[in-house]
Every structure is written in C-alpha cells, then in structure tokens.
C-alpha cells in the first residue's frame, strides 16, 4: 500500500494527532503526589540518593567557586559514589518489583 507525499507543512495549523485532544491530557497534582508517595514508599533509597547526589553536587560546584580544589575534588568523587548508589537502588528496586509481580 503505496502512500502519497507527505501534506505540505504549514505553521499556522498544528498537526493532528488521533486520539489526542488538549483537554485528554492535563497534569494531575493529586495523581503525581500520590504516585510520587507510592514510588518512594517501594524504593526510597533512589529519590534519597537523587537528593543527596543533588546536593553533593551543589557544594563541591559551590567549593569549586571559592577556589578550594581539593575540597571540590574530595565532593565531585563522593558525588561519582552518590550517583552509583542511586543506580544501584535503582535496579534492586526494579529487580525487587520483578520478582514481587513474577509470584
């Protein structure tokens, strides 16, 4: 089944795409609270380590600013470790959730 040229673009109307509807999709401060509870309550070491990752950053760039190299140096290796321990939460969670949904 041989299609035709694809229709000629114009800015000033949106392509159309079936089944979606601006009003279809709408951010749900209710659903993503208690979404984001559920998920930290599964696993909450990987938002934990989100956090502390985040913030390790923050003061090694902050050290960083302040010309104390090594300071700076000792923060961005902790935040390489901060970040390893966040993915391996991360995949002891999904490995956790696989074996949980296999029983």
Request: contains cysteine; positive net charge.
């Amino acid at each position: 089944m041989a299609q035709g040229p694809p229709p000629p673009f114009d800015p000033h109307r949106p392509p159309v795409i079936e089944g979606f509807t601006p009003t279809s999709y709408r951010f749900n401060a209710d659903h993503f609270e208690s979404k984001f509870v559920r998920k930290f309550r599964e696993n909450p070491f990987v938002p934990i380590g989100c956090l502390g990752t985040a913030g390790i950053l923050t003061y090694g760039l902050i050290c960083f600013m302040r010309n104390n190299p090594q300071k700076s140096q000792k923060m961005m290796r902790a935040r390489v470790l901060a970040q390893g321990f966040t993915v391996a939460s991360l995949l002891l969670g999904i490995l956790v959730t696989n074996i949980k949904s296999s029983k």
